[in-house]
C-alpha cells in the first residue's frame, strides 16, 4: 500500500524556537495533504488542507502565521511551528490523499515544547 | 457545521462481536472512513463507505445509510490487539475535506 514517511517522530524544544515537521509520500503523488494535531485522549483536529503549489488553507482558529505550511512539490510538504511554546505541545500527523481519495497518514511527530 | 458523534468508550470480550455507531450531520458528503489508532500511533485505514450498504473485510465491517447519516463498524471475533480508538471520519465540500469524529476508545477483555 502507500507510503507516507513523516519525520521526525519525537522533537524536544525550547520555548520561542522553530520546529519543521516532513512529511513524504514515498510511492504515490499527492496534490492534497492535510495537517492534523491530536491533544491526548481527543480525536484528530484538522489545521489545514495543503495543496500542492498554492497557499495553504487554514482552519478556523489556527494561525497561519505561527504555522507554516509549504508544499513545494508533489510528495512533500512541511509543517514549520514558529516560536513554540508549551501549549504547542501535542501529536502533529500528516496525511496524503491518493487519486484515489484515500488518505495514508504518517507517523506522527511528538513535540514537547520546554 | 459539522458534527459526528461516536460513544466514548466501550468494553467487550474476547471472541465477541461488537458494533460501534458513528452518526453525522455535514454539509454534504462525500464518503465515510474508519480509522483504528492505537495509543501513540496514527490511524491505519480500515475501511471506505460512499454507497449504502455493508462492506465486509476480513473481521471487520462497515456500514452506511447516507439518509440516516448513519455508519457502524463491527469487529468479530474480537482480539485483545482489537484494543484501540476507533475513529469515524466524512469527507465534506468540494476540496473533499476529512473531519474526524470523537474517537471510540475499544478495550477487549478476557
Known amino acids: 500500500g502507500a507510503v507516507v514517511s513523516q519525520h521526525p517522530s519525537r522533537v524536544i524544544c525550547k520555548s520561542g524556537t522553530s520546529v519543521k515537521i516532513e512529511c513524504r509520500s514515498l510511492?504515490?503523488?499527492?496534490?492534497?495533504m492535510f495537517w492534523y494535531r491530536q491533544f491526548p485522549k481527543q480525536s484528530l483536529m484538522l489545521m489545514a488542507t495543503s495543496n500542492e503549489g498554492s497557499k495553504a488553507t487554514y482552519e478556523q482558529g489556527v494561525e497561519k502565521d505561527k504555522f507554516l505550511i509549504n508544499h513545494a512539490s508533489l510528495t512533500l510538504s512541511t509543517l514549520t511551528v514558529t516560536s513554540a511554546h508549551p501549549e504547542d505541545s501535542s501529536f502533529y500527523i500528516c496525511s496524503a490523499r491518493a487519486t484515489d481519495e484515500k488518505l495514508f497518514f504518517g507517523s506522527g511527530t511528538q513535540l514537547s515544547v520546554l | 457545521g459539522q458534527n459526528i458523534d461516536q460513544p466514548t468508550e466501550m468494553t467487550a470480550t474476547e471472541g465477541a462481536i461488537v458494533q460501534i455507531n458513528c452518526t453525522y450531520q455535514t454539509s454534504g458528503f462525500n464518503g465515510l472512513f474508519w480509522y483504528q489508532q492505537h495509543a501513540g500511533e496514527a490511524p491505519t485505514f480500515l475501511s471506505y463507505?460512499?454507497?449504502?450498504g455493508l462492506e465486509e473485510k476480513g473481521r471487520f465491517s462497515s456500514f452506511l445509510s447516507r439518509s440516516k447519516g448513519y455508519s457502524y463498524l463491527l469487529l468479530k471475533e474480537l482480539q485483545m490487539k482489537d484494543s484501540a480508538s476507533y475513529l469515524c471520519a466524512v469527507y465534506t465540500g468540494t476540496a473533499s475535506k476529512l473531519t474526524f469524529g470523537t474517537g471510540t476508545r475499544l478495550q477487549v477483555t478476557l
Open positions: 463507505n460512499v454507497l449504502d
Open positions: 510511492d504515490f503523488q499527492a496534490t492534497t
